[in-house]
């Protein structure tokens, strides 16, 4: 069945940690007749293949599609993202690309919702549901821009509250419920009919962002033309961030395509320093064990001298090594919250 262009028919859903209940409630509550197409993003590990296509073929009698290349779309259809693919839509129909993380995520839900936006204008309505951190916030944003519709999952209902309660604060929601309620709004709106003045003009910064994660090109895109230069390097190559403000966003993409908000720039940022802290104590670690070895050395060879000034060099090193191993061990400095 073909889609119509005059109502609310394009449903973008993401979701993370704890969002596969989620989702398996929210299908289990649609009904499977609706002339719509749904487009699902989950969080999912890059080298692990993706369940969820099968796990939600269990909760709804529509087909449920884990895409792997690109095809046409179609109504009461389910298109779920894979494996270390971003999930996107175009005028064409359902695409896939391994475009640049985005919010250290492949496949990210921002991508999709932002796709979806450009795409498909105030046609999409997007539904973001429990997770951790706050993929989905900006993509809900360009589908507003767009004159979509937001849904947001609960925050009380939610497993984790993080994604749902971004959204709500930086973007403004249409509705906001329970699982059970999500679907019957999501049945409700799909009826209603859009009027052909609702749509905004294109922002150009949105289509810019989805030729990256579609074509992985930043430089040519111009991502260098979409914000101001920040004083942040990608925490993923290294590349100058340039620093993207919409409403109450902000947010960061560097000019290979990398995009990070600023919750996942600190995650991304903590990481980097939890690793050098790491190899640092690795690093003084082997300098206490070497220069114990020299003085064994030493002491063998008949230099006393030598061998106490190698063990008092090993005490000393091991003495300044304290603080550092107290600071990795110690959670509240890496705490964001």
Known sequence: MQLSN????????????????ALRVLFRC?????????LVVLHIPPHSPSELARILSRETDMPVISVEANQSLRASTVYVASADHHLLLAKEGVRITRGPKECRVRPSIDV??????????????GVLLSGALDDGTAGLWAIKDRDGLVLVQDPNEATYDSMPRSAIQHVETDFIGTLT???DHIATSVAAPLKGSETRPLNQRHMIETSISENGNGLEAGVMNIGKISSYTCPDCHGVLVQIEEGSIVRFRCHTGHAFSVKTLIAEVNTAIDNGLWDTLRAVEERIMLLR????LAEAQGSGKDAEFCRSQARNAEERLKPLRELVLDPDFFNTK
């Open 181 to 183: 309620e999500l679907a």
């Open 293 to 296: 070895q020299m003085g064994d």
């Open 112 to 125: 999709l919702f932002r796709s979806a936006s450009v795409a498909y204008e105030s046609r999409v309505i």
């Open 6 to 21: 005059c109502s609310r028919n394009i449903i973008v859903i993401g979701a993370s940690a704890g969002g596969v209940d």
């Open 30 to 38: 649609l009904p499977a007749d609706l002339p719509v197409a749904f």
